[in-house]
């Protein structure tokens, strides 16, 4: 089968476009830089292009039966912020547009649990209501796009929303991974910061999970429909005695949300003087202080989704981090 | 039976402010009665509150554009014997738009949800208010009624009905133990195109805009507290005092400058510019 893809050099895309070749489709993947390495694979097309510019996504597209559209502008913070909307919404309608044209049978976008906000005191569910207003462009933009999703579903496209929750495991070192960024720091025994707030519980999936959850949906999902895709939900003090019982943590300074605030305001004022884009914002660094539970329930029972249990993920994550590591001293 | 326990009714809960107000209720664990238009949104948050919070969540389904919906509620709510305490007079209709663009049929629908439903509601739960008593009326009215405004001529002028038709109707139920008060909030990243909207408006107004989770929270408390004139937001509070200040001529200035700048609420992306696709 012959399946086009965006966001194939990202975190999830990029294994699940060499898993899909593998599987023996032919993978066309539209990527902005053709010389890209990680994409070397006889079932792999490149098709130099851009979301933004619609020729190209027809030309990737053509003779498709099947989307994954992750490519995404995946940040809590840009100036100026119109790339969120550039990249997220308009790129998004280019797709389901083209999608159109070219009567792709089967369309998947990949969004996020950010759309939700955070839950309350149960884990949420694909129907609940987003709980809080839009604080960032990443939550708006994403939800315009799956607004957009919908709209088309509804007028016969069978297209389908997935919404990863904060995923882990083994992957390129994107900004989408900050997980193995903070295991190679306990790993190299420098200091780690987390949140000051161990009782603050969020939902970790685990890389392989999500990647075939995105294959499952495409196969079981029905259209107009979202499915959460996640893992476990445990909290940052159960997260760090899980790492405890693979390595040894020796520096992991717990940093109270004001003091992270006033550090993402320094960010801010610093982008201002030198144009060094900041790691996070003070409004960005909220969201890792609430509860982020999600239940992945439907995507169990609709698509088979399965979950890797967190234990176990992250034993193979760590594992992963110090062969790497011995690997490349 | 529900005679025990007392409610809170919101209209217009189903998104936005409302749901804002409605989460932030349910937290302080009181129980709801949710008026919204039909629709799933409704249905999905009162299902959302009942797994996250230990009150009663009752919903009904109401165009209250339509006065006989506003009756209808007010019969459907004794029938079913919800001691109703707390009345919060939310549902209306926004809008950001020059006169001349405005069709007649669309500010005629605007004045009767924001102004008719307000007062009809009111005035067909007063007796139960009165009954069900110590009660509270919370008024939505907007920081939009203390200024000029060009492009919300007609909504501001709604605000200000319930402005003055809040702090009047203080007076005369405040011996009746109906606690009325109003609260005018500014600008909210509540749903998709009013946060879009606020996102292109100018530094100034984007400082003042506000989380509707935070404006609930101050705005309950304040409520329960009997205050008269809610004004949730330090800088909202000092733009008011800014105006009694200010000469009337650098106000006119200022406001003039500052909304030429502020765009109507999204239109479709291919509306402006035409996708090369859409053909």
């Known amino acids: 089968m012959k399946i086009m893809i965006t966001g194939a050099t990202g975190y999830i895309g990029n294994p699940l476009a060499i898993k899909l070749a593998n599987a023996g489709n032919q993978v066309h993947a539209l990527v902005r830089n053709d010389q890209v390495k990680s994409l070397h694979h006889p079932n792999v097309k490149l098709f130099k292009g851009d979301i933004n510019d619609p020729s190209s996504i027809l030309a990737a597209m053509d003779g498709c039966d099947e989307v994954y559209h992750l490519a995404s502008f995946a940040r809590l913070w840009a100036k100026p912020k119109d790339i969120f909307y550039k990249t997220n919404v308009d790129g998004t309608r280019n797709m389901l547009e083209a999608a159109v044209m070219k009567k792709i049978s089967r369309f998947i976008y990949t969004s996020s649990t950010a759309v939700f906000g955070h839950s309350i005191h149960t884990p949420m569910i694909e129907t609940d209501p987003r709980t809080i207003g839009f604080d960032n462009d990443y939550d708006l933009s994403k939800c315009m796009a799956e607004k957009l999703v919908i709209e088309f579903a509804s007028r016969g496209l069978h297209a389908m929303i997935v919404n990863p929750s904060r995923v882990y495991g083994p992957g390129n070192d994107s900004y989408s991974n900050p997980f193995d960024r903070m295991l190679k720091a306990v790993l190299n025994d420098r200091p780690v910061f987390t949140p000051g707030c161990p009782d603050v519980f969020a939902n970790y999936s685990y890389i392989d999970d999500v990647i075939e959850g995105h294959i499952l949906a495409m196969k079981n999902g029905k259209p107009g429909e979202r499915y959460i895709l996640g893992g476990e939900n445990i909290s940052y003090s159960q997260l760090l005695n899980i790492i405890k019982e693979n390595v040894s943590v020796s520096n992991a300074i717990p940093v109270p949300l004001p003091v992270m605030k006033f550090f993402g305001f320094i960010q801010l004022l610093f982008f201002y003087l030198t144009k060094k884009q900041p790691a996070f914002t003070p409004s960005a660094i909220t969201r890792y202080f609430r509860n982020t539970e999600f239940n992945c329930n439907k995507a169990i029972s609709e698509l088979n989704y399965r979950i890797t249990p967190f234990r176990k993920g992250m034993y193979q994550t760590i594992h992963h981090l110090k062969n790497q590591m011995y690997a490349n001293p | ?279």
């Open chain 2, 1 to 279: 039976m529900r005679t025990l326990s007392s409610f809170t009714l919101i209209t217009g809960a189903s998104d936005g402010f409302g749901k804002a107000l409605a989460i932030e209720c349910a937290r302080r664990n009181m129980n709801l009665v949710l008026v919204a238009l039909p629709g799933p949104e409704l249905f999905h948050l009162a299902s959302f509150i009942r797994r996250n919070f230990f009150v009663d969540v009752i919903i009904f389904e109401k165009d209250l554009t339509q006065d006989l919906s506003c009756y209808q509620l007010l019969d459907e709510i004794r029938e079913k014997n919800i001691a109703v305490n707390i009345l919060i007079n939310n549902a209306g209709i926004g809008n950001t738009e020059f006169f001349i663009h405005t069709p007649p049929a669309f500010f005629k629908k605007q004045i009767q949800l924001n102004v008719m439903a307000t007062a009809l509601v009111t005035s067909l739960f007063i007796p139960e208010l009165k009954k069900n008593g110590p009660a509270h009326i919370l008024n939505v009215g907007s920081l939009c009624s203390f200024f000029d405004l060009p492009k919300k001529q007609i909504y501001g002028g709604t605000k200000s009905f319930v402005y003055f038709f809040s702090r009047s109707l203080r007076l005369e139920l405040q011996d009746e133990g109906v606690t009325v008060s109003v609260v005018c909030p500014g600008g909210m990243n509540t749903n998709i195109p009013i946060s879009v909207m606020n996102r292109n408006a100018n530094y100034i107004s984007r400082l003042s805009v506000m989380m509707p989770e935070d404006v609930a929270s101050y705005v309950i408390e304040k409520m329960l507290a009997g205050k008269k004139l809610i004004i949730p937001g330090r800088l909202n509070r000092f733009f008011l005092l800014l105006d009694k200040l200010l000469p009337e001529f650098i106000k006119s200035r200022l406001i003039k400058k500052s909304m030429t700048k502020l765009k109507a609420p999204i239109k479709p992306i291919n509306e402006q510019n035409p996708s090369p696709l859409a053909a």
